[in-house]
Protein backbone atom coordinates (compact mmCIF):
# COMPACT_ATOMS: atom_id res chain seq x y z
CA UNK A 1 0.00 0.00 0.00
CA UNK A 2 1.08 3.67 -1.14
CA UNK A 3 2.36 5.26 2.37
CA UNK A 4 0.41 9.41 2.15
CA UNK A 5 1.85 11.79 4.10
CA UNK A 6 0.57 14.55 2.37
CA UNK A 7 -2.78 15.22 3.60
CA UNK A 8 -2.88 18.66 6.04
CA UNK A 9 -5.74 19.96 7.74
CA UNK A 10 -7.34 22.08 4.50
CA UNK A 11 -5.52 20.81 1.27
CA UNK A 12 -3.16 18.42 0.04
CA UNK A 13 0.51 19.09 0.08
CA UNK A 14 4.35 17.59 -0.12
CA UNK A 15 7.21 17.67 -1.25
CA UNK A 16 7.16 16.57 -5.71
CA UNK A 17 8.11 13.52 -5.91
CA UNK A 18 8.69 12.33 -2.70
CA UNK A 19 5.86 12.97 -0.65
CA UNK A 20 3.40 13.93 -3.46
CA UNK A 21 3.78 12.14 -7.37
CA UNK A 22 1.72 10.79 -10.04
CA UNK A 23 1.16 7.45 -8.34
CA UNK A 24 -0.48 9.57 -5.05
CA UNK A 25 -2.29 12.24 -7.06
CA UNK A 26 -3.82 9.13 -8.95
CA UNK A 27 -5.86 7.38 -6.03
CA UNK A 28 -6.33 10.60 -4.36
CA UNK A 29 -8.31 11.62 -7.37
CA UNK A 30 -9.75 8.09 -7.75
CA UNK A 31 -10.68 8.71 -3.83
CA UNK A 32 -11.68 12.27 -4.82
CA UNK A 33 -14.29 10.59 -6.79
CA UNK A 34 -15.95 8.17 -4.60
CA UNK A 35 -16.30 10.08 -1.83
CA UNK A 36 -17.75 13.07 -4.08
CA UNK A 37 -19.70 10.77 -6.68
CA UNK A 38 -19.01 13.70 -8.72
CA UNK A 39 -19.52 13.04 -12.67
CA UNK A 40 -18.18 16.14 -14.16
CA UNK A 41 -14.73 17.68 -12.37
CA UNK A 42 -13.03 21.14 -13.68
CA UNK A 43 -9.24 21.13 -13.20
CA UNK A 44 -6.74 23.48 -13.16
CA UNK A 45 -3.34 24.04 -12.54
CA UNK A 46 -0.67 26.98 -11.28
CA UNK A 47 3.26 26.90 -13.43
CA UNK A 48 5.04 24.87 -11.29
CA UNK A 49 7.25 22.31 -12.86
CA UNK A 50 5.43 19.27 -11.80
CA UNK A 51 1.53 20.58 -11.94
CA UNK A 52 1.81 19.05 -15.65
CA UNK A 53 2.28 15.44 -14.55
CA UNK A 54 0.09 15.75 -11.53
CA UNK A 55 -2.57 16.81 -13.37
CA UNK A 56 -2.54 14.59 -16.27
CA UNK A 57 -2.31 11.49 -13.18
CA UNK A 58 -5.38 13.38 -11.59
CA UNK A 59 -7.43 13.60 -15.29
CA UNK A 60 -6.35 9.97 -15.45
CA UNK A 61 -7.75 8.98 -11.97
CA UNK A 62 -11.27 10.64 -13.06
CA UNK A 63 -11.59 9.20 -16.28
CA UNK A 64 -10.75 5.88 -14.96
CA UNK A 65 -13.47 6.49 -12.08
CA UNK A 66 -16.05 7.16 -14.99
CA UNK A 67 -16.43 10.77 -14.68
CA UNK A 68 -15.98 13.70 -17.05
CA UNK A 69 -13.14 16.25 -17.05
CA UNK A 70 -13.10 19.84 -17.86
CA UNK A 71 -9.56 20.91 -18.30
CA UNK A 72 -9.16 24.73 -17.85
CA UNK A 73 -5.29 25.03 -17.98
CA UNK A 74 -2.77 27.42 -16.55
CA UNK A 75 -5.53 29.49 -13.49
CA UNK A 76 -5.64 30.68 -10.37
CA UNK A 77 -7.20 28.66 -7.77
CA UNK A 78 -9.90 31.33 -7.51
CA UNK A 79 -11.04 30.31 -11.05
CA UNK A 80 -11.35 26.49 -10.48
CA UNK A 81 -13.34 27.75 -7.72
CA UNK A 82 -15.27 30.24 -9.82
CA UNK A 83 -16.01 27.36 -12.41
CA UNK A 84 -17.10 24.45 -10.14
CA UNK A 85 -20.22 26.93 -9.03
CA UNK A 86 -20.96 28.30 -12.23
CA UNK A 87 -19.70 26.00 -14.38
CA UNK A 88 -22.06 23.63 -12.77
CA UNK A 89 -20.00 21.01 -11.80
CA UNK A 90 -19.89 18.34 -9.21
CA UNK A 91 -16.37 18.89 -8.06
CA UNK A 92 -13.07 21.18 -8.91
CA UNK A 93 -9.85 20.23 -8.16
CA UNK A 94 -7.06 23.13 -8.50
CA UNK A 95 -3.02 21.59 -8.75
CA UNK A 96 -1.35 23.70 -6.40
CA UNK A 97 1.28 24.52 -3.59
CA UNK A 98 0.27 28.05 -2.70
CA UNK A 99 3.26 29.54 -1.39
CA UNK A 100 4.82 26.31 -0.52
CA UNK A 101 8.65 26.65 -2.28
CA UNK A 102 8.96 25.15 -5.17
CA UNK A 103 9.91 21.67 -5.06
CA UNK A 104 6.45 21.64 -3.46
CA UNK A 105 3.10 20.48 -5.46
CA UNK A 106 -0.46 19.93 -3.82
CA UNK A 107 -4.00 20.11 -4.83
CA UNK A 108 -6.99 21.80 -3.55
CA UNK A 109 -10.65 20.08 -3.51
CA UNK A 110 -14.13 21.55 -4.15
CA UNK A 111 -17.49 19.63 -4.40
CA UNK A 112 -20.50 21.24 -5.74
CA UNK A 113 -21.08 25.23 -5.32
CA UNK A 114 -17.27 25.35 -4.90
CA UNK A 115 -17.60 23.86 -0.65
CA UNK A 116 -13.89 22.88 -0.19
CA UNK A 117 -12.88 19.69 1.17
CA UNK A 118 -11.10 19.36 4.51
CA UNK A 119 -10.08 17.20 7.07
CA UNK A 120 -13.22 17.39 8.53
CA UNK A 121 -15.46 17.11 6.03
CA UNK A 122 -13.73 14.36 3.78
CA UNK A 123 -9.99 14.05 3.45
CA UNK A 124 -9.95 11.60 5.79
CA UNK A 125 -12.48 9.61 3.78
CA UNK A 126 -10.56 10.42 0.43
CA UNK A 127 -7.43 9.34 2.11
CA UNK A 128 -8.89 5.55 2.98
CA UNK A 129 -10.91 5.35 -0.52
CA UNK A 130 -7.42 5.40 -2.45
CA UNK A 131 -7.16 1.44 -2.25
CA UNK A 132 -7.99 0.20 -5.31
CA UNK A 133 -5.30 -0.44 -7.14
CA UNK A 134 -6.30 -2.80 -9.79
CA UNK A 135 -8.41 -0.62 -12.10
CA UNK A 136 -8.08 -1.04 -16.13
CA UNK A 137 -7.27 2.30 -18.00
CA UNK A 138 -8.15 0.93 -21.07
CA UNK A 139 -11.26 3.13 -20.68
CA UNK A 140 -12.13 5.47 -23.28
CA UNK A 141 -10.92 9.18 -21.98
CA UNK A 142 -13.46 11.59 -21.36
CA UNK A 143 -11.58 15.19 -20.86
CA UNK A 144 -12.04 18.01 -22.39
CA UNK A 145 -9.57 21.40 -22.81
Same mark, same amino acid.
Given at each position: ???????? /? +????? $??????? !? !??? +????? =??? !???? /????? @?? *?????? $????????? #????????????? =? @????????? $???? =? &???? =?????? $????????? *?????? #??????????? %???? %? &????? &? @???? %? #??????
Amino acid at each position: MLKINCFK /A +YDIRG $SFPDELN !E !EIA +YFISR =GFI !EFSR /AKNVV @IG *MDIRLS $SQKIKDAVI #QGITDSESDVTDI =G @IVGTEVVSF $STSY =G &NFDG =GIMVTA $SHNPKDYNG *MKLLIK #QSKPISEDTGL %KEIK %K &NRRKK &N @ISSQ %K #QKRCRL
